[in-house]
């Protein structure tokens, strides 16, 4: 139910909490249904809001990720990545209690996993591992992408990795974070849809700023 009512023909922004592909499906017809229309198609939504979508797109610029389905035998195969380190998320979220998502044996995926379905509730899609890099976390940001334009918090210059990544990824409205590595190269760090992205680093104020003269 929508309140108010959606009018006949208007487009729909949804802002609010993190939705599997089942619920933000299920959230369009609703729109659908009502005569209107959104902003965000179900294919785009998960284009940003999965990392299985959006990482072969940026696999220069952000670090190596494998993603796996079947979970039942991961160990082994994450011993023949040769990596020292594993960030693991399933194709949303990492875990941010307890130990966190970083192990730096393969043998411990397992136990990750354990907490990651205890915390989460689910461990949706399946599971990314991410190839250790050391990024800097002070110099983490996170700027907004409309119809193929980048926006920063403060309003200044918007760098050009992000412009990049704002030419690659077919969706209308998302998030992309950037961090800058030990050796001084700029890496993306996250993507997201940027209906369910936080304002991290961001006043309202500032994210507002985004729809301006929309």
């Keep these: 139910m929508f309140r108010p009512a959606l009018m006949p023909g208007e487009t729909v922004l949804y802002r609010g909490w993190m939705l599997d592909g089942a619920g933000y499906r299920a959230f369009v017809d609703a729109v659908e249904g009502a005569g209107a229309w959104v902003m965000t198609s179900p294919e785009a939504y ?3 809001h999965h990392l299985p979508r959006w990482a072969p797109l940026l696999a220069d610029v952000t670090p190596e990720t494998v993603c796996f389905t079947d979970l ?24 941010k209690t307890g ?3 970083v192990i730096t044996r393969s ?6 996993l354990e907490r990651m379905a205890h915390f989460r509730g689910q461990i949706e899609g399946g599971v990314c591992v991410r190839r250790m890099e050391h990024l800097d976390p002070a110099s983490e940001a996170r700027f907004f992408v409309r119809a193929g334009q980048a926006f920063s918090a403060d309003g200044a210059g918007v760098p050009e990795l992000v412009r990049l990544v704002a030419g690659r990824i077919p969706s209308p409205f998302f998030s992309v974070d950037i961090a800058r590595r030990a050796d001084g190269v700029w ?14 680093g961001w006043t309202l104020e500032q994210f507002m700023t985004v729809w301006e003269g929309a």
């Design 107 to 112: 043998d411990q995926i397992g136990e990750l």
């Design 72 to 95: 039942s035998d991961l160990s082994p195969q994450l011993e023949q990545l040769g990596w020292d380190g594993f960030f693991v998320k399933d194709f949303v979220k990492s875990l």
């Design 187 to 200: 890496r993306v760090v996250e993507v997201g849809d940027g209906q369910v992205s936080d304002l991290v």
């Design 46 to 48: 998960l284009a940003a």
């Design 99 to 101: 130990a966190g998502s």
